[in-house]
């Protein structure tokens, strides 16, 4: 895949800021494990308020270099309390960074992520599949059994489509979920890229005309 003109090899949130900025209004994007603010960049050049939780401190100082304006970037765990109030933002973003729990902890996560956004609010995010062989996959497990394990040390989780769909299967519409090969470093990652809306409290989903 060709870099994008700013040198972007992996340049995927471009087809999602008109979903993005509809749904954010004039709230704040949270995202969870911003790294250096690479994508935060870009929410933040399509005019979007980034607020950004990073683990790395490193990671952090770069991403305030990256992006000086029209973000704020937190050094903390995310599994700790978010610092945005419930129902407050539109967008959470999470690329590649929900994939490192236990599946209770991952469970958790997502039910924090669906109560910071307001109803109709969307999460976008990207995961580690099963057929991620150059990075530490090592394809569909058996039936019953979880893909989680070591990675050169790390814990990661893959997922399949079933994984997926029960990781969100509590509260949330499913507006957009493909498997995808991309291009983001050495050697091409195969993941999971998925819309999920919050439900109204009576179930309902408000998606507008066209999502």
């Not at 569909?140 to 070591?150: A, M, N, V």
């Not at 040390?153 to 399949?160: E, L, Q, W």
């Not at 499913?174 to 179930?203: F, I, S």
Request: with cysteine; aromatic share 8%.
């Amino acid at each position: 895949m060709a870099a994008a003109p700013d040198g972007n090899t992996d340049p995927w949130l471009a087809r999602w800021l008109p979903l993005l900025a509809q749904r954010a209004g004039t709230d704040p994007v949270l995202e969870l494990g911003c790294g250096t603010g690479r994508d935060s960049a870009v929410l933040a050049g399509a005019g979007l308020r980034v607020v950004g939780i990073e683990l790395s401190a490193e990671s952090v100082a770069a991403a305030r270099v990256r992006v000086p304006h029209g973000a704020e970037f937190h050094c903390a765990d995310f599994r700790a309390p978010f610092p945005l109030p419930d129902a407050s933002v539109g967008v959470v973003l999470a690329s590649l960074s929900l994939h490192y729990f236990a599946w209770d902890e991952t469970l958790a996560l997502a039910r924090r992520i669906h109560g910071v956004l307001r109803p109709g609010g969307v999460l976008l995010c990207r995961l580690n599949s099963v057929n991620d062989f150059h990075h530490g996959a090592s394809g569909p497990p058996p039936d019953g059994e979880d893909s989680f394990h070591l990675v050169d040390g790390v814990p990661k989780r893959f997922f399949d489509r079933a994984a997926v769909v029960r990781l969100f299967a509590s509260g949330w519409h499913m507006l957009h979920l493909e498997e995808l090969t991309v291009h983001r470093y050495e050697q091409p990652k195969v993941l999971w890229e998925a819309v999920l809306e919050r439900r109204a409290e009576n179930g309902a989903t408000p998606s507008a005309a066209g999502w």
